[in-house]
């Protein structure tokens, strides 16, 4: 009978790396999804790989920088063990801003700076190229940060966790825990059980519902979409109500909302052209381009905007979620710093702020 030295739930990027890293450290992992791979989360994420900025926590900073850093070695071995492309993009963004704030490291820009980055800001008037009305109220600043494509980033690990000999259950939810004196045992699905001395809570928007084992992480909506056929955009563009993130096959994706709407997953009409709206504003010939898709995602919030990342009341229990808009960009960090924990080694980050313990008394 096959058994393991860790049981991942969740298969999302956070999961995926962290069974790939645990594999280079020789421990025999088995990964269980309650749906398809990476089909939650990461596949609905934008990609940005924002390592600053006052959208990312304070104390979360530190971990995401560092993290941004090892995203070209990340992306590097995932290509390299999948033999697939991932598209990671390093030109940079272009952010907007009527307050003028801007992160330390963005180098503010002039509009004919910007115009000669990104031709398509313009709109043409009569002899010369014009600015457009609302992007004449904008100021804006350049950021060198990097993209990547989370669809083609997670084909690329579920290859590469294949190719480690990492086990993949899907279609099989975990309903509880097995635990005897205090230290966990395995997993319960709704079909059967495995068991292995070490577990890891990777289930996003739904790692709070494991059995008696609870965490306030909650799902929280973004609606987001893409368009196909409008001018070719070169940078990632960030305004106030609004984000575009180029593909390099073509598509440009227009992002997102937050909403507190439990596990619906729908999108709405309204809400999809409100995000097209906002993103004419910046760029007017996206007129000329058509809907390619829409969706929905659920990212796994907490009550204070931090991930949770360690060891459980209950011994071999590791919960590693909660990481709001920034799982795509955490996932190198998560892996080695939960790796280090798994294998009882000291990990480089001070990681007392995203402790499992700040929610219980």
């Known amino acids: 009978m096959k058994s393991w030295d860790v049981i991942i739930v969740g298969a999302g990027i956070i999961g995926l790396s962290l069974a790939i890293s645990l594999r280079k450290q020789g421990l025999r992992v088995l990964i269980v999804e309650r749906g398809e791979p990476g089909r939650e989360a990461s596949h609905a994420a934008a990609g940005m790989l924002a390592g600053s900025g006052s959208e990312i926590p304070a104390r979360l900073r530190v971990l995401a920088k560092d993290s941004a850093r090892l995203y070209p070695e990340f992306v590097h071995e995932l290509e390299d063990e999948s033999g697939m492309r991932v598209d990671l993009r390093d030109q940079g963004t272009i952010l907007l801003s009527m307050s003028r704030e801007y992160p330390e490291a963005a180098e503010q820009i002039s509009f004919e700076q910007m115009r000669a980055l990104e031709p398509g800001l313009a709109v043409a008037g009569r002899g010369r190229p014009a600015p457009h009305k609302s992007i004449a109220e904008f100021t804006a600043a350049y950021l060198s940060e990097r993209s990547v494509d989370p669809r083609a980033l997670v084909a690329a690990a579920i290859k590469a966790a294949h190719h480690r000999e990492v086990d993949i259950s899907s279609g099989s939810e975990v309903t509880g825990l097995l635990v005897a004196a205090n230290r966990v045992a395995g997993v319960q699905t709704d079909r059967t059980s495995y068991s292995a001395p070490l577990v890891v809570n990777c289930a996003g928007a739904w790692a709070g519902y494991i059995g008696a084992h609870r965490f306030p992480v909650r799902p929280v909506k973004g609606q987001m979409l893409a368009v196909v056929g409008g001018p070719a955009l070169k940078h990632v563009m960030r305004g106030e109500k609004v984000y575009l993130v180029p593909r390099s096959d073509g598509r440009l994706v227009i992002g997102s909302t937050l909403e507190e709407a439990g596990y619906d997953k729908r999108t709405e009409i309204n809400t999809i052209q409100r995000l097209l709206h906002a993103a004419l504003e910046i760029i007017p010939g996206l007129a000329e381009s058509r809907i390619h898709e829409d969706w929905a995602g659920l ?19 590791f919960v590693s979620t909660g990481h709001f808009r920034d799982g795509i960009l955490l996932a190198p960090i998560t892996a080695q710093v939960m790796t280090d924990l798994i294998i009882g080694k000291a990990p480089s980050f001070d990681l007392g702020s995203f402790s499992p313990s700040r929610f219980h008394t």
């Not at 990212?299 to 229990?317: M, W």
């Open 299 to 317: 990212r796994p919030g907490t009550p204070d905007d931090l991930p949770i990342l360690g060891e459980s009341e209950v011994k071999g229990y």
